[in-house]
Nanobody
Framework: QVQLVQSGGGWVQAGASLTLSCTLSGRDPTRYSMGWFRQTPGGREFVAAMHSSTGRTYSAASVEGRFTISRDNANHTEHLRMTNLKPEDTGFYYC??????????????WGQGTQVTVSS
């Protein structure tokens, strides 16, 4: 059984920064790639992810240059550092884990989600 536990999030003003964290626990945690998605009124969208083999990171165009993903392998924790937040970043953020080397749109596991609200 794999579990993803998220922390972070909250309410901030535009221009501020937040860090979300996601810790993976369970059997063989190193076999999973991890990434982030967000749910907005427009639907669910990919935010960022890290390739489990190469460590290369990928970000949505809307967050490129503002959001950074990193992974603490010793603690099986992935962080999403969000800077220069904009009101359009408001949403419910989920981390995800996938057996594939790169998280897909249908990952194997989801975190519980956390709300991020950015006011103008």
């Amino acid at each position: 059984q794999v579990q993803l536990v998220q922390s972070g999030g909250g309410w901030v003003q535009a221009g501020a920064s937040l860090t979300l964290s996601c810790t993976l626990s369970g059997r063989d945690p190193t076999r999973y790639s991890m990434g982030w998605f967000r749910q907005t009124p427009g639907g669910r969208e990919f935010v960022a992810a890290m390739h489990s083999s190469t460590g290369r990171t990928y970000s949505a165009a809307s967050v490129e240059g503002r959001f950074t993903i990193s992974r603490d392998n010793a603690n099986h924790t992935e962080h999403l550092r969000m800077t220069n937040l904009k009101p359009e970043d408001t949403g419910f953020y989920y981390c995800a884990a996938d057996k594939a080397a790169m998280v897909t749109s249908t990952p194997d596991y989801w975190g519980q989600g956390t709300q991020v609200t950015v006011s103008s």
